[in-house]
């Protein structure tokens, strides 16, 4: 059974860093590309960063590009976002999502569809 499970978010001041973790179970990263999304009421879910299982590469969107830094640990079977900066615009829970078959990873939205696997979330709030 394929499962996603985000932690690491919490209340941070703007500047401040926090890393999500996203623990993969009922499958490899070896082979599944991990993206993270965030999404804020009334918004449409946005794409955030991904990682590609074919070759590890990496994908930023241009708001956080130079700030967030997506990792993966094949040992823990986990992804990690490590987010740096941060500032009040943010604010969201941040998804984590897969799909077995996804070797090159997206995060556009119009593809949001090729993620079968989606984790709860995670609140992130960056306020003073």
């Known amino acids: 059974q394929v499962q996603l499970v985000e932690s690491g978010g919490g209340l941070v001041q703007p500047g401040g860093s926090l890393r999500l973790s996203c623990a993969a179970s009922?499958?490899?990263?070896?082979?599944?590309?991990i993206g993270w999304f965030r999404q804020v009421p009334g918004k449409e879910r946005e794409g955030v960063s991904c990682?590609?299982?074919?070759?590890?590469?990496?994908y930023y969107a241009d708001s956080v590009k130079g700030r967030f830094t997506i990792s993966r640990d094949r040992s823990k079977n986990t992804v990690y976002l490590q987010m740096n900066s941060l500032r009040p615009e943010d604010t969201a829970v941040y998804y984590c999502?897969?799909?077995?078959?996804?070797?090159?990873?997206?995060?556009?939205?119009?593809?949001?569809?090729?993620?079968?696997?989606w984790g709860q979330g995670t609140q992130v709030t960056v306020s003073s």
């Open positions: 990682i590609s299982s074919s070759d590890g590469s990496t």
């Open positions: 999502a897969t799909d077995t078959m996804l070797r090159v990873c997206t995060i556009a939205t119009r593809h949001l569809g090729l993620y079968a696997y």
């Open positions: 009922g499958f490899t990263l070896d082979y599944s590309s």
